[in-house]
């Protein structure tokens, strides 16, 4: 069901949002932004500002503390407020729906977007919250090697960083590599169509090899961009009667990286993986890696 985003957010007023945007700022400085801080951003009354805060931790939009000062920070939920408060202003979408993906470091959301001239159907999109920080700090930090030497990390700011690169590489690929088309980014979301068809893993094909062949073109697409996925599995990639989609980019390393080979190498062997044990369909990860990096023509 989708419901318009005014109603899901009916509860937040320009006060509520004005306060959620102090937060934000002041924590760029602060692990947890003072009440005062609070009090000369927004120039609201004490009073006022204590109720609306109390509101706002009441859908978890913040969390408090009270030692040593009182303070607050903003939760999940309130950055995504705010994210899509930026896209409703903008008219990139107007209305937001069910969750319709959980990943590993992310929440999906299905939205719908005006039609553009104000003619034609409403037309369907996604929004993919990232949620990098929310785990563990620790993994995350090891895991993704854009995050190092960042010191005054936060889940924001991890979340934030893996939005934007995801949505300049998914710029920059797209339409050369078959993947959905990003539409706009703020803060830690992107707003994208929706992939085609389902997830590779959830489908049983009447014809894998050429779903195979689709896949390892689209890896040498984005190879002759100059970049490798790094995270490329059969959970990864949308598959329709249309042909193939590959998703979740935040990860792409280009081929200077250190660990290039291993990496292509294993996104490679992760998809023939799957299509052996699925469909009994037997290659050669290497000879496919060769084929893919001297610019041969890939075929199965
Ligand atoms: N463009 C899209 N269209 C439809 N569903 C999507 C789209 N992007 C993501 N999803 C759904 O959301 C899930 C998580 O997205 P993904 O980009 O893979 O992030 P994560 O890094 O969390 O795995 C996917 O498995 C898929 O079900
Ligand atoms: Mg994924």
Same mark, same amino acid.
């Given at each position: ?15 509520? &949002? ?11 400085t602060h692990e947890w932004? #003072?009440?005062? =801080? /609070? ?6 009354? @004490? ?20 030692? #040593? ?13 705010? *994210? ?13 729906? =069910? ?18 001239? $104000? ?27 854009? %995050?190092?030497?960042?010191?005054? &990390?936060?889940?924001?700011? *991890?979340?934030?960083?893996? *939005? ?7 710029k920059k690929l797209s ?25 590779? !893993?959830?489908?049983? %094909?009447?014809? #894998? /090899?050429?779903? %195979? ?6 890896? $040498?697409? $984005? ?11 059969? @959970? ?21 990286? #250190?660990? !290039?080979?291993?990496?292509? /190498? ?35």
């Open positions: 069901m989708i419901s318009d985003v005014v109603k899901v957010f009916k509860e937040l007023d320009k006060k509520d &949002f004005r306060i959620l945007n102090g937060i934000e700022l002041g924590m760029r932004v #003072p009440v005062e =801080d /609070l009090l000369s951003f927004t120039g609201f009354s @004490y009073g006022d500002l204590e109720y609306k805060l109390r509101k706002l931790r009441h859908y978890n939009f913040v969390i408090a503390t009270h030692t #040593p000062y009182d303070g607050y920070r903003i939760y999940f939920e309130g950055y995504d407020a705010l *994210a899509l408060n930026a896209f409703v202003k903008r008219n990139v979408i107007c209305a937001i729906g =069910d969750e319709i993906g959980v990943g590993k470091e992310s929440v999906v959301h299905e939205a719908i977007r005006e039609p553009e001239l $104000a003619i034609g159907d409403y037309e369907p999109a996604i929004v993919k919250f990232h949620r990098e920080g929310q785990t563990s700090f620790k993994s995350v930090k090891r895991a993704r090697s854009h %995050l190092e030497g960042k010191e005054h &990390f936060s889940w924001i700011y *991890a979340a934030r960083l893996a *939005a934007q690169r995801e949505y300049e590489i998914m339409p050369k590599v078959s993947i959905p088309k990003p539409i706009d980014c703020n803060r830690h979301a992107i707003v994208m169509e929706v992939a085609s068809g389902s997830i590779l !893993a959830k489908t049983r %094909l009447g014809d #894998p /090899l050429h779903y %195979l062949n689709e896949i390892l073109q689209q890896v $040498a697409n $984005a190879y002759g961009e100059g970049i490798i996925h790094s995270d490329l599995s059969e @959970y990864n990639i949308f598959v329709s009667t249309e042909g193939v989609q590959l998703i979740d980019w935040p990860q792409y390393v280009t081929p200077a990286h #250190p660990h !290039a080979k291993d990496l292509l /190498l294993r996104d490679i062997s992760n998809i023939l993986t799957h299509f052996e044990k699925k469909y009994g369909i037997q290659t050669d990860a290497n000879a496919i890696y060769d084929d893919l990096t001297s610019g041969n023509e890939v075929r199965i």
